[in-house]
């Protein structure tokens, strides 16, 4: 895995341990498919991969509403 890959799990990893979420905006498509098939955007979850910045506001104003 290369080391961008690595400092990204790290960084999500360090985020959910402190109750936070990691929100991908505007992956190009190959790079995108090479997290798909590595499994990354199913740990991140595909509900916060959004398409642009308009979408990654809703989403987190989603999270940040109480549960």
Not at 31 to 46: D, N, R, T, W
Request: aromatic share 4%; glycine share 8%.
């Amino acid at each position: 895995m290369p080391p961008d890959w690595i400092a990204l799990e790290d960084l999500h990893d360090k985020l959910l341990k402190k109750g936070r979420h990691l929100l991908l905006v505007g992956p190009h498509a190959q790079p995108l498919l090479m997290m798909s098939k590595a499994g990354f955007i199913e740990k991140v979850g595909q509900t916060n991969v959004c398409g642009d910045l308009t979408e990654a506001y809703a989403r987190a104003n989603e999270l940040m509403q109480p549960k």
